[in-house]
């Protein structure tokens, strides 16, 4: 049942299955016809694809897909503290932290990443080299992105929460600590996994740094075999079947900690936090 | 200060090519992800599978690997077009997926009494969509869609890497040129960003109060 349409009578399921024939028979066609334009361009030879099923290529894949994964976790892992410490910065009484904490996180939220990675690569890139920088503009992103989830997650919690718990006699840390925090995370879990996939994406970037990932393992082998098309593909699929891991982990998170029918929730869509009440 | 004076028309023209960049892809993602969001919301399943499919391929993509495959693998298959051209094309794939969910979102969170009630006093199927669901799911996508908008200014960047003098390249190239004032470059052109993006939310919050139930 949808807000869009009725449940189809007879004549509606007879329309519906005319439609669902034209759309197979369309798909299908334009399946054929790119399967054609590959076949035309010699796409399909095993030169192309051969290096996919070598083991010193698979090795390759699989070394940058280490650092790629290492990056993201390191990365994760910093922005976590970081978006914890700048979100309740955010919540402070007292407004010599509230407005810093306010002003770092607004600022890197609304820079555009690469930007970010591209100034710490030409300020530390000696010292710390490109996955670094990489990582740290990772870690600066997500942290501000999560800082704001952190803040959002917090402020979900019904207010009755915390104004029992300073009935109790509760300092505002312990309230924080002890009452409004353990109910946020149930509500932000989703949130910061679909954040890691963001965040997984994002390793993409140090590719234009050159940092070591599993991007940058493409342009290894498609600067040997010269398969760019079949390596954007295999970098694709692989990408999607990580991101489907993390995806099916997040809904997970969401049916097992979702407390109770109308419970907040907290979205981000492109590093903007949405909260539905 | 020198090097953001001395080079201001270079970085205004990278602004210029950063928002030619926005408009054309989010005109084309906007189209295409309308489309895409229909499909995905028909009474016909093979229509919302393929939808589904596409959304699900292209959101958990990578936007750098859809740029190179449309900017290197386009011309090895004797696809050509202009850089501008493939790296647009590759943002507008990749930002559709994001307004047909923010788009299905809208909609479903009308509820279903809403439709229902128009149905039952007689309205046909345009005037419920036209009269009813459309105007909410409109005022519900505002947010969604903003920040889409928002994602999509920031993911215009990218093209820098490849060969595109928009904002970012240019900020690549002063970092370069100019190692003793690094800090004011990159807070300069972040300024040009930020200014972008608090438009669009601005836009936003006008269009949403404009739309408000009263």
Request: with cysteine; charged share 15%; hydrophobic share 55%.
């Amino acid at each position: 049942m949808s807000v869009l349409f009725d449940t189809p009578g007879p004549k509606a399921v007879r329309r519906h299955r005319i439609l669902g024939v034209i759309t197979v028979l369309v798909l299908a066609a334009i399946a054929v016809a790119v399967v054609l334009k590959l076949a035309a361009e010699d796409q399909f030879t095993s030169d192309k694809w051969e290096p996919f099923v070598t083991p010193s290529i698979i090795n390759i894949l699989l070394e940058g897909l280490r650092n790629t994964v290492l990056a993201a976790v390191i990365a994760i892992a910093i922005s976590i503290v970081a978006g914890l410490v700048f979100g309740v910065g955010k919540l402070s009484n007292h407004r010599a932290v509230r407005w810093p904490a306010w002003l770092v996180v607004e600022f890197f939220r609304a820079v555009p990443l690469l930007m970010l990675i591209y100034f710490i690569f030409s300020v530390w890139s000696e010292n710390i080299g490109s996955l670094w920088s990489l990582i740290i503009g990772l870690a600066l992103y997500n942290g501000s992105v999560l800082a704001e989830v952190f803040r959002a997650g917090i402020n979900a919690v019904p207010k009755g929460q915390a104004e029992a718990a300073y009935s109790l006699g509760m300092r505002k840390t312990q309230v924080v600590t002890i009452v409004q925090l353990p109910q946020a995370t149930r509500i932000m879990l989703p949130a910061i996994i679909s954040q890691c996939i963001v965040a997984l994406k994002d390793t993409s970037l140090g590719f234009t740094i050159l940092a070591p990932g599993l991007t940058y393992a493409g342009r290894e082998i498609w600067n040997t075999f010269h398969n760019k098309f079949a390596t954007a593909l295999v970098l694709m699929a692989i990408y999607i079947v990580l991101n489907c891991l993390l995806s099916l982990l997040a809904s997970f998170a969401e049916r097992r900690l979702s407390s109770s029918e109308g419970a907040a929730t907290v979205e981000i869509v492109g590093g903007q936090v949405l909260t539905k009440a | 200060m020198d090097a953001l004076t001395e080079n201001f028309d270079a970085i205004l023209s990278g602004f210029w090519l950063t928002l030619r960049l926005l408009v054309v892809s989010g005109v084309g993602a906007l189209i295409i992800g309308t489309l895409f969001a229909a499909l995905r919301m028909s009474p016909v399943p093979i229509m919302r599978w393929a939808a589904k499919t596409y959304v699900v391929v292209f959101r958990n993509t990578p936007l750098l690997v859809l740029i190179i495959l449309t900017y290197y693998g386009l011309p090895e298959i004797n696809i050509r077009f202009s850089f501008f051209t493939m790296v647009s094309m590759a943002m507008m794939i990749y930002t559709a997926t994001f307004v047909s969910e923010a788009l299905r979102s809208g909609v479903n969170a009308i509820p279903v009494g809403q439709a229902e009630a128009a149905r039952s006093i007689g309205m046909p199927f345009g005037l419920t969509m036209t009269q009813v669901v459309l105007p909410q799911a409109f005022r519900a996508v505002v947010p969604p869609m903003a920040s889409v908008f928002i994602a999509l200014t920031k993911n215009t960047s990218l093209a820098a890497g490849f060969g595109i003098a928009e904002a970012t390249f240019r900020l690549k190239g002063l970092l370069n040129d100019y190692a003793t004032e690094r800090i004011t470059i990159f807070v300069g052109i972040a300024i040009g960003y930020i200014i972008i993006v608090e438009v669009i939310s601005f836009g936003a919050a006008r269009l949403e109060r404009r739309w408000r139930v009263s």
